[in-house]
């Protein structure tokens, strides 16, 4: 493209003898675009932040990766935590004694997960220790029969530290007057926090050696846990493991327990960033009736300037340009519009929250309770490039229209 084709399309687009209506079609296909792209910036951000804060909180809890046996049952597992823990990707690892009962309080009783732990490696491999809010988690091993219970459990069952819960166990015992329940008292000597309703709500913690009795699992557990340096290495990880151990173990990663779920929000974010990218389309439209009517205004110039030799070519480039200095400064706003609003979006939603009375998000669905947002260079980028071509598409009719004018034509009818 020439010097004189750059000129041009800036003196037309800086040219006060616009007609008022090109003039707001302009203005309006710079406001659609940006507007379009502050859209899909602040869709993105938002699934960015939601996609990392759920990743977060469930392997907050679920660790990298799990050994177990194919029944559940891995014994001399103080041999495999030996071996594991040489490997330089791992952090640290934790055994663990997993089952199903139900627990029961002044005459409520609610179905809960069991997890038997060692408060000394449990720490290490997942943030249990971080999230207790009341009581001390290290009782649970120090004194007899401590359990440790969620805030939500403990809000619905009025459960406080001290108070005496019974713990029913699915697993009959047979006695001189038939067969009945296992049962056990015991005391809450912690209360912890996770911000996630699946966990704060269903799930207890208890000594792995009390677990082991109340479960008949005399010297095995359900599996150890593993906390990598890199989380992002639990497939390698697992393969390596899958060589070193026999093939009746079972190994698994974080990847594969959430596999579904993580799929389910990456397939979420590109269909939400589809239509927002609709929207962009859209207001590429306004760029084409701004060059229709930029064409129509400027038919005389067209005919002069090919009169004095300028070529179709160059004709049709005036307007590729002036439709794409429309389309990036539609971009530019859009960019820094949609990055401010993503950046202090919890003052606006904190904002929008107190002036429905309200709150946005529900913690037992979303998991969390705080719209997150996180800026990826890689989306803004991404999002750029495309807008751009966009733009620069929707000029390409309407200058070809332009580069067709016939000089004599327009400037026998003046």
Not at 89 to 100: D, F, H, I, K, R
Request: no cysteine; aromatic share 8%.
């Amino acid at each position: 493209m020439s010097r004189i084709s750059f000129y041009i399309a800036y003196k037309y687009l800086r040219s006060k003898k616009s007609s008022r209506f090109t003039s707001i079609i302009s203005k309006s296909s710079i406001i659609g675009i940006s507007l379009g792209i502050a859209a899909i910036i602040v869709v993105m951000s938002i699934m960015n932040g939601f996609h990392n804060e759920m990743r977060n909180k469930i392997l907050s809890m679920v660790s990298h990766v799990i050994i177990t046996d194919k029944n559940y049952t891995l014994s001399e597992w103080d041999k495999v935590k030996f071996n594991i823990d040489k490997n330089k990707l791992v952090s640290a690892s934790a055994p663990y004694v997993e089952g199903q009962a139900m627990i029961s309080f002044d005459g409520n009783v609610h179905g809960i997960q069991v997890k038997g732990i060692i408060p000394e490696y449990e720490k290490n491999v997942t943030s249990l220790s971080k999230n207790i809010i009341e009581g001390d988690l290290n009782n649970i091993g120090v004194k007899p029969y401590q359990i440790s219970i969620g805030i939500t459990l403990a809000e619905k069952l009025n459960l406080s530290i001290g108070d005496k819960i019974t713990l029913v166990i699915p697993r009959a015992n047979s006695t001189l007057i038939g067969i009945v329940p296992r049962i056990k008292r015991f005391e809450v000597g912690s209360i912890f926090n996770f911000g996630m309703q699946q966990y704060d709500k269903n799930l207890v913690f208890i000594d792995m050696n009390e677990a082991q009795k109340l479960y008949e699992m005399s010297n095995n557990i359900t599996g150890l846990r593993l906390k990598l340096h890199d989380l992002y290495k639990s497939p390698t990880m697992s393969k390596i493991v899958n060589k070193q151990l026999k093939s009746n173990y079972i190994v698994i990663d974080w990847t594969m327990m959430n596999k579904n779920f993580f799929n389910a929000l990456k397939m979420e974010k590109t269909m939400l960033m589809l239509l927002m990218f609709l929207i962009v389309l859209v207001a590429t439209f306004n760029i084409i009736s701004s060059l229709f009517m930029v064409v129509s205004e400027k038919k005389s110039d067209i005919a002069i300037l090919k009169t004095i030799g300028m070529s179709s070519k160059n004709i049709m480039h005036i307007f590729i340009l002036q439709g794409t200095f429309l389309g990036l400064a539609g971009i530019i706003l859009g960019l820094i519009l949609g990055s401010v609003i993503s950046m202090n979006l919890k003052h606006l939603v904190a904002l929008i929250e107190y002036l429905i009375g309200s709150k946005i998000l529900n913690s037992d669905v979303y998991m969390i309770s705080e719209v997150p947002s996180q800026i990826q260079i890689f989306d803004l980028i991404y999002v750029s490039l495309i807008s751009f071509i966009f733009s620069v598409l929707a000029t390409i009719y309407p200058s070809y229209n332009a580069s067709k004018t016939k000089p004599a034509e327009i400037l026998k009818g003046n």
